[in-house]
Nanobody
Framework: QVQLVDSGGGLVQAGDSLRLSCAAS????????MGWFRQAPGKEREFVAS????????YYEDSVKDRFTISRGNNKSTIFLHMFGLRSEDTAAYYC????????????????WGQGTQVTVSS
């Protein structure tokens, strides 16, 4: 089992920045690929970004790739999502996820999930 605790959300103005964190614990010896998804009210959960255990491989959804950066901490078990130039359409609950069985951008493939952290961007 892998436990994920995500944090860092908040209420910001359009154009502001935020950094989300996700700390993994438990059976991280599997060196899980980890990622971020988001879900706005009434919409499906969508892929945002993901990162390999080594931190050398990253993937981004097209609408965020020039504004968001995913990274790993020195201890590997923590990942971050640095969000710049936030827009009202980025408003959503953001979820950390780990260990996809297959496609890194398919939320149904991920085995473990954090509890979510709310990001609200006011225009």
């Amino acid at each position: 089992q892998v436990q994920l605790v995500d944090s860092g959300g908040g209420l910001v103005q359009a154009g502001d920045s935020l950094r989300l964190s996700c700390a993994a614990s438990g059976r991280t010896s599997t060196e899980p690929h980890m990622g971020w998804f988001r879900q706005a009210p009434g919409k499906e959960r969508e892929f945002v970004a993901s990162i390999s255990w080594s931190g050398l491989t990253t993937y981004y959804e097209d609408s965020v790739k020039d504004r968001f950066t995913i990274s790993r901490g020195n201890n590997k078990s923590t990942i971050f999502l640095h969000m710049f130039g936030l827009r009202s359409e980025d408003t959503a609950a953001y979820y950390c996820a780990a260990e996809p069985a297959g496609a890194y951008d398919d939320y149904e493939k991920y085995k473990y999930w954090g509890q979510g952290t709310q990001v609200t961007v006011s225009s």
